[in-house]
């Protein structure tokens, strides 16, 4: 089973305080699937090293586990992508 979850709006308030912090516990907790992937699509023009730090700033800052470690960063980071899309 591959899962995809696409983050409208990747730049907003709700992305940073609850999806990727929600999704980053549950892929620490072993309840999403080995294949995934998180494609954040916002109207700006930004790169995906800009949505990764974005992402990484809301998961340090309102993760129910803290600050995320560098090697579950990794291994988490593997499964996002981003898009610029006219919506």
Do not use: Y
């Not at 709700?14 to 999704?23: E, G, Q, Y």
């Not at 294949?35 to 730090?53: E, Y």
């Not at 990484?56 to 981003?82: C, I, P």
């Amino acid at each position: 089973v591959i899962v995809q979850a696409d983050l409208v709006k990747e730049s907003g308030d709700l992305t940073k305080r609850k999806l990727m912090p929600a999704l980053f516990n549950l892929f620490l907790d072993k309840r999403l699937p080995e294949q995934f992937c998180i494609i954040g699509m916002d109207r700006k023009s930004a790169t995906l090293r800009d949505f990764m730090n974005d992402a990484r700033e809301g998961v340090d800052t309102f993760s129910r586990q803290g600050k995320s470690s560098d090697q579950d960063w990794a291994q988490f980071s593997k499964h996002l992508m981003h898009d610029t899309a006219d919506f």
